[in-house]
């Protein structure tokens, strides 16, 4: 595991930043206003010289730009639409490998070398923004300084971000353009709900509360489980705490994607009960609504020592522990978060407030 050696205080900047651009387009379901937002977000709080972000279109053929800001804001232009493994852009969404420069002038590859030397561009960074093994889009930024490693670290956290939020909304328009259902943002959680179970008997309990995207995205893609498996009864319960939906369904295969589902959105929060007769089982997924920490108080003192600048050595000399156990720590962290990278371990705890 590489060791934090970034300046503490501009990574906690620079993560609390893409925080409030992800704030700026939390629960937003029009990809191009998601993706504008991205965009205008990167050029403001980054001072990137230009953002741009192409989304795939449906035949998936070719990538579509669906927002530019900075230098240009048009979209429109000659890389309005670029076909896939065209250009370095049409490349990184074929291949779905990101691609990182720090000399763009000097890239063979470059389409416009003029425009980057006359804008004094040198930095550039392109994701290909990727769900479920499916391309999404591409967001590119280009700069007039060199980007920092510690820096792409940040820019790969507010990709992940993105391609969450995107997907949400492409899904949500490619069901409301084949349902006959009223919109779906018109309806608070437990009438959607009710709507994708509409073959079950379906209850309420509580009073209906606001949640963070994430959980109602989550607890409709449950639901849409539950509705293959030929859901029987449903409930959806408010508690003071918590949200649940529990339901009843025959024992088949679709268990198992169910499984790996809120394996993936909600750990640890399913649970399973056979009935006597084993063909059927009640399924409950509950949620707790008071967030608290899932670290240890000694995950978030290291984590908060990587932030202020320490490395595992010193965090090792500081709380008089091995420096194996610093690292021991810092994976139990990640594997708890579900972080790939100290920095998203570290974004998600400044998002939960743990730090």
Not at 163 to 180: F, R, V
Request: charged share 20%; glycine share 6%; aromatic share 8%.
């Amino acid at each position: 595991m590489a060791e934090f050696n970034a300046d503490p205080n501009r990574i906690l900047v620079d993560l609390q930043q893409v925080n409030e651009i992800a704030q700026s387009f939390s629960g937003c379901l029009v990809p191009e206003d998601i993706a504008r937002s991205v965009t205008s977000g990167l050029v403001e709080k980054f001072s990137s010289a230009m953002a741009r972000l192409w989304i795939l279109e449906p035949d998936q053929s070719a990538l579509k730009l669906v927002a530019s800001s900075g230098l240009s804001t048009r979209t429109d232009g000659r890389f309005g639409r670029v076909p896939i493994g065209a250009y370095k852009v049409g490349k990184i969404a074929l291949n779905r490998v990101s691609f990182l420069s720090n000399n763009l002038p000097a890239e063979s590859w470059v389409g416009d070398r003029e425009w980057a030397i006359e804008n004094n561009i040198c930095g550039f960074a392109g994701y290909p923004l990727i769900a479920s093994n499916r391309v999404l889009g591409v967001l590119a930024m280009f700069s007039c300084h060199a980007l920092e490693p510690a820096f792409l670290e940040v820019l790969q956290t507010l990709c992940t971000i993105v391609t969450i939020s995107l997907d949400t909304a492409i899904k949500y328009h490619q069901q409301s353009a084949s349902s006959p259902h009223p919109r779906f943002d018109e309806l608070v959680l437990s009438d959607q709900l009710a709507t994708i179970l509409s073959q079950a008997r379906f209850t309420l309990v509580g009073t209906e509360k606001q949640f963070e995207p994430a959980i109602v995205y989550g607890f409709l893609k449950v639901a849409e489980v539950l509705s293959k498996m030929n859901c029987s009864y449903g409930r959806l319960v408010y508690g003071n705490d918590f949200v649940s939906l529990d339901g009843i369904v025959p024992l088949t295969n679709e268990i198992d994607e169910l499984k790996r589902l809120c394996d993936r959105m909600f750990p640890n929060a399913l649970q399973i009960e056979p009935s006597p007769d084993r063909n059927m089982i009640q399924v409950l997924l509950k949620i707790p609504t008071v967030e608290s920490s899932v670290l240890s108080e000694r995950e978030i003192e290291i984590l908060r020592l990587l932030t202020q600048g320490f490395r595992d050595r010193d965090i090792a000399d500081q709380l008089i522990i091995s420096e194996s156990t610093v690292k021991f720590h810092l994976n139990n962290v990640m594997s708890k978060l579900k972080s790939r990278t100290r920095y998203q371990a570290i974004y998600q705890s400044i998002v939960q407030g743990w730090i």
